[in-house]
């Protein structure tokens, strides 16, 4: 089956450091989102990218589709920012495949 | 425009008994897809409806069933509850026939004992 591996599972930072969390996928991807799961569980959009370079704040997502990894950059980074991010692909059909995700803790 | 909304956000239930939950749609969207989230997981996809037929299902037992209604609001239901049944379920909604970005709730968060 398609596999989604996410690295690392999990990162440790001192707030105000960056950080890239990286997302690669066994199949082509139809599109691939990454999200942020706060702490009571919501999935929050963060990037809806297929492919190219998108940039949203303090946060900005590469997915290189020929390549097959997407990778989510996290700038300056704040206590907020902590918890789990997805990815996830839809690889030609109707569901999205998450990948195992990785768990963000920002130290003040 | 609204986002996506589930019903209830927690709920506690008993081995055997029968469970529904309940999620609305974002506006504009006419899929809606469920999730299973066991904890220290990611999501698993359960199925997906599309013009309230089921359109994709995953690796879930038939025990497993859903509704989509005309106003593409759906209901998940989920009989003789185990407790392995315990988990967070996600809603997602998305616009066909295009594969469009998806959108979810907040999710309910089922236990059973």
């Known amino acids: 089956g398609i596999q989604v591996e996410q690295s690392p599972p999990d990162l440790i930072l001192q707030e105000g450091a960056n950080s890239t969390l990286r997302c690669n996928f066994s199949?082509?991807?139809?599109?691939l989102q990454w999200f942020h799961q706060n702490p009571w569980g919501q999935l929050i959009n963060l990037f809806y990218?297929?492919?190219g370079t998108k940039q949203n704040g303090r946060l900005s997502a590469t997915t290189v589709a020929t390549e097959r990894y997407s990778l989510l950059y996290i700038s300056s980074s704040q206590t907020t920012d902590s918890g789990v991010y997805f990815c996830?692909?839809?690889?030609?059909?109707?569901?999205?495949?998450f990948g195992t995700g990785t768990r963000l803790t920002i130290i003040p | 425009e609204t986002g996506v909304t589930q019903s209830p956000t927690h709920l506690i239930k008993t081995r055997g008994q029968q469970v529904t939950l309940r999620c609305s749609s974002q506006?504009?969207?006419?899929?809606v897809s469920w999730y299973q989230q066991a904890l220290g997981q990611g999501p698993q996809f359960i199925f997906q409806?599309?013009?309230?037929?089921?359109?994709g299902r995953g690796n879930f037992p038939p025990r497993f069933s859903g509704l989509q209604f005309p106003n593409y609001s759906s209901e998940l239901n989920v009989n003789a509850l185990e407790l392995d049944d315990s988990a967070l379920y996600l809603c997602?909604?998305?616009?066909?026939?295009?594969?469009?970005?998806?959108?979810f709730g907040q999710g309910t968060r089922l236990t059973v004992v």
């Open positions: 997602a909604s998305g616009a066909r026939p295009m594969n469009t970005e998806a959108f």
């Open positions: 199949d082509s991807v139809n599109n």
């Open positions: 990218i297929p492919s």
């Open positions: 996830a692909g839809n690889f030609g059909n109707e569901k999205l495949t």
């Open positions: 506006s504009g969207h006419n899929t």
């Open positions: 409806y599309y013009r309230e037929e089921e359109n």
